[in-house]
């Protein structure tokens, strides 16, 4: 590097030395003044090719003189502090990690992680909880709205934004938001059915369908009312051939429940193919590990089948699973609570009308027997 070469500015010097990146010569600009404490400076402030001129560098030097602009020092310092205070604030970006950590084994997290990544991460990412504001829920509100998201998935989005804040704050590790989110309604009575000629249609393409792990999912639901994501997370070891019973690992984050297996979900199972044999998993995904998705193979299968286009198919074969048992009037509605694994008997009294109407029709055939008795005794 060259010797110090004076400009017309006092206190203003640069030397000159050729940029790696470009090759050709530039100067570096230092500057030296006196602060309002007294301390004396001898800094270095920056180069032609980042924009500095003689000019340019006599104006930051008033600057530092006179308390408007931090000296390098300073600079530093209050980087270094500033960094200090962002490793100990709680964000939302830094509440999910802790919260993931903390609760791997929930069964819908990969569902959430993409929520997150989504629709929080870029609007809410670096605020902490009680630096939310009306407005930065608005603007979710609004993207949500844009890609047409059901309101069941706003309450979701929502509802995850609410549940890291109470998170953070039962933890003690931040202050949580300062209002209260107001979750959208949702209308939880609907109840997807099948006609008994759909029905038929669905079991016949099952049974010519060539992919055997969907086609078994589908009729593991049939059989036992099955969630979509306790299907996911099924593993061999949760099966128990020999009490004839399922175990579902927290059911909804509800607790661990065994459910009955019957004896169709029993062959199934024992007959299922294997493809990755050393795979904890039932039903796995790519490479053995736990299935993410399979709406494709779904889909395609509810297309042939001929079925409503919003119809869902795991889903609402659960309903129809359920309306089946309901309407059969075999079975009461605290049974049904257990086998659908129902934390809330709300839930399931959805379905008490199918059962009112089966008891109906066997009080009915009651009242049809009598008739005919007293017909007989009369003639």
Same mark, same amino acid.
Not at 151 to 173: D, F, H
Not at 273 to 288: A, H, L, Q, T
């Given at each position: #590097?060259s010797?110090?070469?004076?400009?017309?500015?006092?206190g203003?010097?640069?030397?000159?030395?050729?940029?790696?990146?470009?090759?050709?010569?530039?100067?570096?600009y230092y $500057?030296q *003044?006196?602060?309002?404490?007294?301390? =004396?400076h001898h800094?270095?402030?920056g180069?032609?090719?980042?924009g500095?001129?003689?000019?340019?560098?006599n104006?930051?030097?008033?600057?530092?003189?006179?308390?408007?602009?931090?000296?390098?020092? /300073?600079?530093?310092?209050?980087?270094?502090?500033?960094?200090? /205070?962002?490793? @100990?604030?709680?964000t #939302?970006?830094?509440l999910?990690?802790? *919260?993931?950590?903390n609760?791997?084994?929930? =069964?819908?997290?990969?569902?959430?992680?993409?929520?997150? =990544?989504?629709?929080?991460?870029?609007?809410?990412?670096d605020?902490?909880?009680?630096?939310i504001?009306?407005? !930065?829920?608005?603007?979710i509100?609004? =993207?949500?709205?844009?890609?047409?998201?059901? /309101?069941?998935?706003e309450?979701?989005?929502?509802?995850?934004?609410?549940?890291?804040? $109470?998170?953070g704050?039962?933890?003690?590790?931040c202050?949580? #938001?300062k209002?209260?989110?107001?979750?959208?309604?949702?209308?939880?009575?609907?109840?997807?059915?099948?006609?008994?000629?759909?029905?038929?249609r669905?079991?016949?393409?099952?049974?010519?369908?060539?992919n055997?792990?969907t086609?078994? #999912?589908?009729?593991?639901?049939?059989f036992?009312g099955?969630?979509r994501?306790e299907?996911?997370?099924?593993q061999?070891?949760?099966?128990?051939?020999?009490r004839g019973?399922?175990?579902?690992?927290?059911?909804?984050?509800?607790k661990?429940?065994?459910?009955p297996m019957?004896?169709?979900?029993?062959?199934?199972?024992?007959? !299922?193919?294997?493809p990755?044999?050393?795979?904890?998993?039932?039903?796995?995904?790519k490479n053995?590990?736990?299935?993410?998705t399979v709406?494709?193979?779904?889909n395609?299968?509810?297309?042939?089948?001929?079925?409503?286009?919003?119809?869902?198919?795991?889903? @609402?074969?659960?309903?129809?699973?359920?309306?089946?048992?309901?309407?059969? @009037?075999?079975?009461?509605?605290?049974?049904l609570q257990?086998?659908?694994?129902?934390?809330?008997?709300?839930m399931?009294?959805?379905?008490a009308?199918?059962?009112d109407?089966?008891?109906?029709k066997? /009080?009915?055939?009651?009242?049809?027997v $009598?008739?005919?008795a007293l017909?007989?005794?009369?003639?």
């Amino acid at each position: #590097m060259s010797e110090r070469i004076k400009t017309k500015y006092p206190g203003i010097y640069y030397k000159t030395k050729k940029n790696s990146v470009t090759g050709k010569e530039e100067r570096i600009y230092y $500057i030296q *003044y006196r602060t309002p404490d007294g301390k =004396q400076h001898h800094e270095k402030v920056g180069t032609t090719s980042t924009g500095f001129t003689d000019a340019k560098a006599n104006a930051e030097r008033i600057d530092r003189m006179r308390g408007r602009a931090l000296s390098n020092t /300073a600079r530093r310092e209050a980087e270094r502090l500033e960094k200090e /205070a962002e490793a @100990g604030r709680w964000t #939302m970006k830094r509440l999910w990690e802790e *919260y993931k950590a903390n609760k791997s084994n929930l =069964q819908w997290m990969d569902t959430d992680e993409g929520r997150f =990544q989504n629709y929080i991460k870029e609007p809410l990412g670096d605020l902490e909880p009680k630096e939310i504001s009306h407005f !930065h829920i608005e603007k979710i509100r609004k =993207q949500i709205k844009k890609k047409h998201l059901a /309101a069941a998935s706003e309450r979701q989005i929502l509802g995850m934004i609410r549940r890291l804040s $109470i998170y953070g704050e039962n933890k003690n590790l931040c202050e949580g #938001m300062k209002f209260k989110i107001q979750l959208p309604k949702l209308d939880n009575e609907k109840t997807e059915d099948l006609t008994p000629e759909q029905l038929q249609r669905l079991w016949e393409t099952l049974e010519t369908d060539e992919n055997i792990q969907t086609t078994n #999912m589908i009729k593991m639901v049939l059989f036992t009312g099955m969630r979509r994501g306790e299907l996911f997370s099924l593993q061999w070891d949760d099966l128990n051939f020999e009490r004839g019973f399922i175990r579902i690992k927290d059911p909804k984050g509800g607790k661990s429940q065994d459910i009955p297996m019957s004896e169709s979900a029993r062959k199934l199972l024992l007959s !299922h193919e294997r493809p990755y044999p050393n795979s904890p998993y039932v039903f796995p995904g790519k490479n053995g590990n736990k299935r993410r998705t399979v709406e494709h193979s779904v889909n395609r299968i509810k297309k042939r089948a001929g079925l409503p286009k919003d119809f869902r198919p795991l889903h @609402g074969l659960r309903h129809v699973y359920a309306s089946m048992l309901a309407s059969s @009037g075999k079975v009461d509605m605290y049974t049904l609570q257990k086998l659908l694994t129902h934390k809330d008997p709300k839930m399931t009294q959805r379905y008490a009308h199918l059962r009112d109407d089966a008891l109906k029709k066997a /009080a009915q055939v009651a009242v049809d027997v $009598i008739g005919e008795a007293l017909q007989v005794g009369k003639d």
